[in-house]
């Protein structure tokens, strides 16, 4: 490939690192760009917007009940007198956290247990891949719903570990079968020979080789994340109150949608926004890693 | 023609020897599903709490009388054992208030089934055939809509997304002036009519949680299919068809459909997995009493018994759509038979 911004004159031009030249390939799809644009400042947004509104996500107006969107409450107001605004904002913060979060831990499991499959291989590798079958054909969904009943008293970061337990098999699968045809490259070999332990072997030599693979899915999984995490606390299996996410705004707004659709119309087409943004960013940094990909 | 005849034995014996062998794995598959569910419903739900928190408390003797009918003095593994040895003769035991589940469980099944079978038909059938569109005019206008659309409804939530339809089809219902799009049951309770007018009712009811759910298949199933599609397109196979002189339409769906198809058996299983998640939200929404109702509302109960069912229910639905997804596959891929 030819990336040429320099005078005809140079001859010499320092090779340019694999880093600038993703970075390059991300810039030129707009829309990719403006998927994470729109995802970094929603995130920006819902931590910040609230601390210039008079209103907490959990205090109450008595002189407003259930009133549609105005100068005072920005998105109007619930039965109780809460600001829309406000919890809309809160849960989306919640939302995007436990996304983030659910697809750092599920991609970081992901590249361990396939790594170590991959690179181990005999029982390891039986015992592993067994395991992302069978975790593959269970209804997570059923599970999670199962599980809530003693997720509730557990607080939010064991809802995120039990989410991202359900969302690495495919990942790990691939990674497998990386580490399968890395293991018998000349670096990795002369690592070993050197006497390096595997588990070293795996950060330094095998999971950065993958770098690409594991960044795309983390972005992906972000997505899905948030899918499940409101689905989940749509039905009270996710977040519970007083806390609240982007789930169970739509929820309790669900019921009073055709009277005051204020309720539940934020925080609805904010979810659509945020995943949307986040499949785009994930599809643009997919064609930057991929050299076959060019420029379609 | 004996050797020929040979051939297709053996080979034939061999799909069937494969397609037998996935079904005993996808066998045991089910059974370590429900006893994980049943298990971890077992530990966690707490069936004696509604009775505990009674006012005035009900006598000890109440107590132990009710546990003992919900058998939990026996060790868990023995529970499970006697559940599971109860479905293997049809019986699926009593919820906690003691009606048998058996007999709830035909209307039930028929309630969520009629809801897949139709989204998946529509899904499949309807995303096929705007992949394939959306490949064939590739970067035009028809191709961005589709994209687009597709890209809007698989970043939307089945609830929301009903959510949505449900509004949309009050307007309609303002428009024409009645209420031709239903969306509370799966029924109206108290119809009066004949046979056909009935079927006309739930026909009305069936339009807007089938459209729900067909929806986030076909934007599935045709954004692989695009893909797949494309690849075709630029394959040297295809040319070949197109130059021995087949005209374009028929080398595309002879050819290229077929081929492009291939991937999407594997999708299926896949599919109907977020169908059956998807459909737990569609009955919520719609106040169907299906499966997935059943679920939410066994959950809240602490019912295993319940829980377990659904569960069971739904692994045989996974394993099925699974073991479809392995025929399709031998049927759209010769080479798996060799």
Not at chain 2, 58 to 66: D, E, G, L, M, V
């Amino acid at each position: 490939m030819v990336l040429t911004g320099s005078a005809p004159g140079r001859v010499a031009r320092a090779p340019v690192s694999r880093g600038r030249l993703v970075l390059r390939r991300f810039l030129r799809k707009r829309l990719a760009v403006a998927g994470l644009v729109v995802i970094v400042v929603m995130y920006a947004v819902a931590f910040l917007a609230p601390l210039f509104s008079p209103w907490t996500y959990a205090s109450q107006d008595p002189s407003a009940y259930l009133s549609p969107p105005g100068p005072r409450h920005w998105f109007g107001t619930t039965q109780i007198g809460g600001d829309v605004f406000v919890q809309t904002m809160h849960g989306l913060q919640r939302s995007l956290t436990i996304g983030l979060l659910v697809a750092l831990v599920s991609t970081g499991l992901a590249a361990l247990v396939g790594a170590a499959a991959g690179y181990f291989g005999g029982w390891t590798d039986r015992a592993l891949m067994w395991l992302v079958d069978l975790l593959l054909v269970l209804p997570s969904f059923l599970i999670l719903a199962i599980l809530s009943q003693w997720l509730r008293h557990q607080g939010w970061l064991m809802f995120v570990l039990m989410l991202a337990a359900f969302l690495w098999m495919i990942t790990a699968r691939m990674v497998r079968g990386l580490t399968f045809s890395l293991r018998e490259r000349e670096f990795v070999k002369a690592a070993r020979y050197a006497g390096e332990g595997p588990w070293r072997i795996i950060g330094r030599h095998i999971l950065p080789n993958m770098a690409s693979l594991l960044i795309v899915d983390a972005t992906v999984n972000v997505g899905t994340a948030v899918l499940a995490e409101t689905g989940l606390s749509y039905f009270g299996f996710g977040v519970q109150a007083p806390d609240v996410s982007l789930g169970t705004l739509i929820r309790d707004g669900a019921p009073f949608a055709l009277t005051s659709p204020w309720l539940f119309l934020p925080a609805g087409l904010l979810l659509i926004l945020g995943v949307l943004a986040v499949s785009f960013a994930g599809d643009g940094l997919r064609d930057a890693f991929d050299p076959a990909g060019g420029r379609s | 023609m004996r050797p020929a005849k040979a051939a297709w034995e053996r080979a034939y014996s061999y799909v069937t020897g494969f397609l037998a062998r996935r079904l005993a794995n996808y066998v045991v598959l089910c059974l370590i599903a429900t006893f994980l569910a049943y298990t971890l419903a077992s530990l966690t739900f707490h069936p004696l709490d509604v009775l505990l928190s009674r006012n005035p408390p009900p006598s000890p003797a109440t107590i132990a009388a009710k546990a003992r009918d919900l058998h939990l003095d026996e060790p868990l593994l023995e529970r499970y054992f006697s559940w599971l040895g109860g479905v293997l003769h049809g019986d699926f035991g009593q919820t906690i208030d003691g009606t048998p589940i058996t007999g709830e469980l035909g209307r039930r099944v028929g309630v969520s089934l009629r809801l897949f079978l139709l989204g998946t038909v529509i899904g499949v059938v309807v995303g096929v055939l705007a992949g394939v569109i959306s490949a064939v005019r590739h970067y035009r206008v028809t191709d961005y809509l589709i994209t687009v659309g597709s890209f809007v409804v698989l970043s939307t939530p089945v609830f929301l997304l009903g959510l949505l339809l449900k509004q949309g089809a009050l307007q309609i219902n303002f428009a024409v002036g009645s209420n031709i799009l239903q969306f509370t049951g799966e029924k109206t309770p108290d119809f009066q009519g004949g046979f056909w007018a009935s079927v006309g009712d739930r026909i009305q009811h069936l339009i807007v949680p089938t459209l729900t759910i067909a929806l986030g298949q076909i934007a599935l199933y045709s954004r692989y299919q695009r893909s797949a599609m494309l690849d075709v397109l630029g394959s040297d196979f295809l040319r070949t068809a197109r130059a021995k002189g087949l005209t374009r339409r028929r080398a595309l769906v002879k050819h290229g459909m077929r081929t492009a198809l291939i991937p999407m058996a594997t999708l299926f299983a896949f599919g109907f997995g977020t169908l059956i998640t998807g459909g737990v939200f569609t009955e919520n929404l719609f106040s169907w009493y299906g499966m997935g109702d059943w679920l939410v509302y066994g959950i809240g109960q602490q019912d295993t018994n319940i829980t377990a069912t659904v569960t069971l229910f739904v692994a045989v639905c996974v394993l099925v759509s699974g073991w479809l997804s392995d025929v399709l596959y031998s049927v759209l891929d010769p080479r798996v038979r060799v």
